[in-house]
């Protein structure tokens, strides 16, 4: 069907109309028998693209399906999302890597394009079938490991000159296991001192960034650096873009959560497992040091880390309990409740364009213009929210935003064409 | 005063006000008929997530000589291993009908988070490396009744700080108390962040133990930590040897300590490492004191906790 947007700000700037033919393309002009949506007041950007969801399926449907996902996706205003690859099975063959992508089809919400994993189950050892997975119909381009870090040197290095063959980007989640093992939980310092939970110091993410950036310059290839959480780890990264742009031979990419430019770890106080997340939420210094590096392109994506977990999961004793929270519905209002100040350009570069192009997405992030798919999503910009996680469309309710004040709001999300969110409701058959 | 989950939550007084019931529970304990009424037709759970033969048998003859029903549930491995949620674990126990809940579990902040989910009463016994509110208690009134006071006292904890909850415990429970604390550890056994904690809490930190002992007299008392013998291969200090060296109360140290300095230590000792026999086993070590003490603590915390009409009965 298609569609015209009337009186939209394109990018927060002038007022304009966008048409939508019926193969949910931009078009030059109003096609006949269009379905309206007003958009006067609201603000029109590109469809946003998650470059890291956990969709949970296959293995725990009751956390998240591809389908809650992807709902609770559009209503974020995401238009595409990385679906990571620590599913049950992991997604580490050619077959795994296509059912998601299937799945994601079906659901016709967003576009769902699932993440290979770097070694074989995420065990750090063997690659996984990291060319069949880009073969496969699913064209797999970015692998990970998440959850877990690739801490073999020689296996990191295996894997970034393996996918050079096709262009491919390992996203890595820095975490050294000596520095940080798996009980870590909390930033190290005086608090995790004082609450004696077991620290996860920001060390232990530097020093892989530091290895992986030298890796990727000696292989020439492409490194993602997964939710980077901290000051040092932006020095690094400063030193490696300089470095990269000038060789032109490799390339170094960083994404961050809304969570980390946002909530700081006093929050662990009172032991409450909904702020138990991976990277752990850091103090207030590393925190600003974030929002600088994004607004300054240090930093090139805003990732959701989507990570959604059934409640008994959660209803452990903090170190036991599962790492992650809920974020693709809050994640626009809190980029811009964190960053008043980015202009809409900037949003639209960290939270569409330059995750599409990391992630070799060529049909998303495109400028709204004729000739393009018509992935657009629409935003009232100084609406003011406040979050109510039984409002959610994810199965999961491990909201660190319940009961907080955000601004800015999605109003409408279009896919391909098709209205998937209407007035910050649901369309879906 | 509905829970005990940390000596944060008790005011100089209100520990004062629970020393003085502690005393008269020690008369009590001299008694041949141990038993108070005070705790009849009360339900008490030691829940132990856990194994301490030592606390939990405290708490339970606690308990039973204030009258009260006394269940031990050793849930050691029952939730996770199992699928089930900590919440609903506890919750079972607690939907018998149970008014107060010992709870010892390895994860820090364990207590805290229990105590939100239920009706019962809660007290720490125990959570992970974060606190041990009675053992605190226990030392405090131990030292107490041995230095008269412990305004203006000097107090070292030596040892293992970063896994002793014992030491996070006694910290804020000695220096709420008047007492000045240095606490003194190899570098690689301080918490993190202890410098901005310290400054922040009122205490010192040394790594030298010999000037400690030494320094302006020297302490009017002295609690050793247990070494946990898996930190020995966790590259936390080279060898058993050089932290006997460095940080152990050896025959050579006891003998710089004043005879009535008293050393307290929380117990299971490793003789020979962080604590020599001779140590352990002088005139002035209050370690046997510190288990009858504790006794009588705990009486006076289910006492507080439990006892009376009003609500939480706080007398
Ligand atoms: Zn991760």
Request: aromatic share 4%; proline share 5%.
């Amino acid at each position: 069907m298609s569609l015209v947007i009337e009186g939209a700000s394109l990018l927060g700037e002038g007022t304009t109309d966008l048409y939508v033919d019926d193969h949910g393309m931009l078009v030059d002009s109003a096609p006949a028998g269009a379905e309206r949506i007003d958009a006067a007041g609201l603000v029109a950007l590109p469809g946003l693209v998650d470059l890291h969801t956990h969709l949970r399926e296959p293995g725990r449907e009751d956390a998240e399906t591809i389908l809650t996902g992807s709902r609770a996706a559009a209503l974020g205003g995401y238009t595409a999302v990385l679906a990571m690859a620590n599913t049950t099975p992991v997604t580490d063959t050619a077959e795994a890597a296509t059912r998601v992508w299937e799945l994601g089809r079906e659901a016709g919400l967003v576009h769902v394009q699932p993440v290979g994993a770097v070694t074989r189950g995420l065990g750090g050892e063997e690659l996984a079938e990291l060319g069949l997975m880009h073969r496969s119909r699913a064209g797999v381009t970015v692998f990970s490991d998440d959850g877990r870090c690739v801490h073999d040197a020689r296996v990191m290095r295996r894997a970034l000159e393996y996918v050079k063959a096709f262009g491919g980007v390992v996203s890595q989640h820095s975490q050294d296991p000596s520095l940080a093992g798996p009980a870590a939980c909390c930033h190290e310092g005086e608090l995790s001192g004082r609450l004696g939970l077991p620290g996860w110091p920001g060390i232990a993410e530097e020093v892989i960034v530091a290895r992986d950036v030298m890796l990727a310059r000696h292989t020439g290839s492409r490194v993602h650096v997964a939710h980077v959480s901290t000051a040092g780890s932006v020095d690094v990264l400063r030193w490696a873009k300089a470095r990269a742009e000038r060789d032109g031979t490799w390339s170094v990419t960083a994404e961050v959560t809304p969570h980390h430019l946002l909530l700081t770890t006093d929050l662990l106080a009172g032991y409450d497992p909904t702020y138990k997340v991976n990277p752990p939420l850091r103090p207030q210094e590393d925190v600003d040091a974030l929002r600088e590096a994004l607004a300054d392109g240090t930093i090139d994506a805003v990732a959701t880390d989507h990570a959604p977990h059934a409640r008994h999961d959660k209803e452990h004793a903090f170190v036991d309990a599962a790492f992650g929270m809920v974020g693709l519905e809050t994640a626009l209002a809190v980029v811009r409740t964190a960053l008043p100040q980015l202009s809409w350009p900037d949003v639209a570069r960290v939270m569409s364009a330059t995750p599409a192009r990391i992630a070799g997405l060529a049909d998303q992030g495109r400028p709204l213009t004729p000739g393009s798919p018509a992935h657009v999503v629409l935003v009232e910009p100084d609406a003011a929210l406040t979050v109510d996680r039984d409002a959610s469309a994810s199965l999961s309710r491990n909201n660190p935003w319940h009961g907080r004040s955000l601004t800015s709001r999605v109003v409408h999300t279009v896919y391909a064409g098709r209205v998937t969110v209407r007035d910050g409701a649901l369309v879906d058959a | 005063m509905k829970h005990l989950l940390s000596v944060d939550d008790l005011s100089a007084d209100a520990i004062q006000q629970l020393f003085e019931t502690a005393a008269d529970m020690h008369d009590v304990q001299r008694r041949e008929v141990k038993k108070l009424p005070a705790l009849r037709g009360r339900t008490v759970v030691n829940m132990f997530f856990e194994d301490s033969t030592r606390t939990r048998s405290s708490f339970e003859i606690a308990g039973k000589w204030l009258s009260a029903d006394v269940i031990n549930v050793s849930a050691k491995g029952s939730s996770t291993s199992k699928g089930e949620s900590l919440r609903d674990t506890v919750l079972t126990v607690c939907a018998m009908g149970v008014d107060g809940l010992v709870i010892r579990h390895p994860a820090s902040g364990a207590a805290l988070q229990v105590s939100e989910w239920v009706d019962a009463s809660v007290v720490n016994a125990g959570d992970g490396t974060h606190e041990h509110p009675t053992q605190a208690l226990l030392d405090a009134y131990t030292l107490q009744r041995r230095l008269g006071s412990l305004e203006g006292r000097h107090v070292a904890i030596v040892g293992d700080l970063t896994h002793s909850r014992v030491f996070r415990s006694n910290i804020q429970c000695l220096t709420r108390l008047g007492a000045r604390v240095t606490v003194v550890a190899p570098p690689t056994l301080m918490p993190s962040g202890v410098g901005a904690w310290s400054a922040a809490a009122g205490f010192d930190t040394s790594y030298d133990l010999d000037d400690v002992l030494r320094r302006d007299g020297g302490p009017d008392a002295v609690m050793m930590l247990r070494v946990q013998r898996e930190r020995m291969t966790g590259a936390y200090f080279p060898s058993p040897r050089e932290y006997t060296v460095g940080y152990g109360l050896t025959r050579d140290r006891l003998a710089v300590l004043g005879p009535d300095v008293p050393i307290c230590h929380p117990g299971p000792m490793n003789r020979g490492l962080e604590i020599a026999a001779d140590a352990a086993d002088a005139a002035q070590s209050v370690v046997l004191e510190q288990v009858s003490s504790g006794l009588a603590v705990r009486m006076a915390v289910l006492y507080h906790l439990l006892a009376g009409e009003s609500e939480g009965g706080m007398a």
